[in-house]
């Protein structure tokens, strides 16, 4: 029978974090199977892992540092001096975990391979898992899911990307063998429990959109419409040069950023500009293809804070069973326009969640799928996950 439990810690102790919220998530579970542990980048992540395994000695350990803290049951918890979550399933499934640090930015892919493959490995079978989490530093997201995909085929998955404090760089990923800033990490899931993703940005979608007819390299917007893609972006938002030019677009973009629709129009992945450059091409937080149209989106903090607790009632009502944990990925982009304000989101989602346990980690990009099993990355967005018997 699935069963989940959370622990948190603020100790200020890297590895007397780990231990206790590893503690907490274990109690009343026995046959513990993996365990999902997010933990602050301030940290020796490496002690928090080893306070984590003496708790739960001898589960699979992996996750990565979340962006300014973690939602619980217990609500925000976060600290100057650290923090750590701790998300343990236990019953009767196999899993497998894997990871690699990045050997070179141009083998994403092939890192993603060896990655699957050692996933399979370690859970002691030789086929594709019922769906898999993924955990990457915010670059080569798309390279590495294109990887696992040519050994496992269109697996369902979620998960998100690393992220710190301060977009500099800080990040960690990890599993019980250890810690590294850039690559990627997995748990493929076999035997397991029923599990449901929603995926969505939850943005509204307005008039504006065009042809995206240059972008150099796979995350830099040239043109749209064959015009410098920030002069497009100013005529749509109505934002002044100072608002769009280097870093300042990074946080004015978050309610009101781009997005790309699927083929089938069920889900628009959302594209966060992240810089605007003295040649007015947009620095964007995922790949983009030529050929293909950008949408403006838009969304008020209000629309940001009360689609956390919309999002997870929806996913609630749309799971063909009934959940027994949620797994909850949230974009620190977000997370950084709600501010002081992040309480409101623990509250909403506590309310929908009710008794049911959760953990929500803030990325840097975010991961899941439609009805279609099409896996996308993308970034402002929610992957929240439900998962049952």
């Known amino acids: 029978m699935f069963k989940a439990n959370v622990g948190s810690s603020v100790n200020a102790d890297a590895k007397a974090a780990g231990k206790e919220a590893g503690a907490a998530a274990a109690a009343g579970l026995s046959d513990v199977k993996v365990a999902f542990v997010y933990g602050s980048c301030v ?11 003496e708790a739960l000695p001898g589960v699979p350990l992996l996750g990565n540092t979340s962006f300014t803290g973690v939602i619980t049951p217990a609500g925000y918890i976060a600290s100057d001096d650290g923090f750590c979550g701790v998300m343990a399933f236990a019953g009767d499934m196999t899993v497998g975990v894997a990871g690699m640090a990045r050997s070179n930015a141009e083998w994403a892919c092939e890192d993603g391979a060896a990655i699957a493959e050692a996933a399979k490995k370690a859970a002691g079978r030789d086929d594709a898992p019922d769906y898999f989490y993924m955990a ?3 670059a080569e997201e798309e390279r590495y899911l294109k990887g696992i995909s040519k050994i496992i085929g269109r697996v369902p998955f979620f998960g998100g990307s690393a992220a710190d404090n301060t977009i500099t760089g800080e990040w960690k990923l990890y599993t019980g063998e250890g810690s590294f800033a850039n690559g990627c990490i997995v748990a493929f899931f076999y035997d397991a429990p029923q599990m449901e993703n929603l995926f969505t ?143 409101e989101v623990a509250d909403q989602i506590k309310a929908a969640a009710g008794d049911i346990p959760f953990i929500v980690e803030f990325t840097f990009g975010e991961y899941g799928f439609v009805a279609d099993n099409n896996n996308t990355c ?12």
């Open 136 to 138: 990457a530093a915010p």
């Open 378 to 389: 993308g970034g402002l967005m929610l992957s929240f996950t439900a998962f049952g018997e």
């Open 201 to 343: 940005g939850a943005f509204n979608e307005t008039d504006n959109f065009g042809v995206i007819t240059k972008v150099e390299g796979r995350r830099t917007l040239a043109e749209i419409d064959g015009v410098p893609a920030l002069k497009k972006y100013q005529e749509w938002t109505g934002y002044s040069d100072e608002q769009v030019m280097g870093g300042a677009l990074l946080g004015n973009a978050v309610v009101k950023p781009i997005g790309v629709k699927d083929r089938l129009g069920d889900l628009v992945a959302i594209r966060h500009p992240m810089n605007g450059n003295d040649d007015w091409t947009i620095a964007v937080g995922n790949d983009l293809a030529e050929k293909t149209c950008v949408i403006q989106m838009e969304a008020s903090v209000d629309e940001l804070i009360d689609s956390t607790g919309d999002t997870l009632k929806k996913l609630i009502e749309q799971a063909p069973f009934k959940p027994t944990a949620f797994h909850l990925v949230h974009c620190g982009g977000r997370r950084a326009a709600i501010d002081a304000r992040i309480g």
């Open 43 to 53: 940290y020796d992540v490496d002690q928090m892992l080893a306070g984590v395994a």
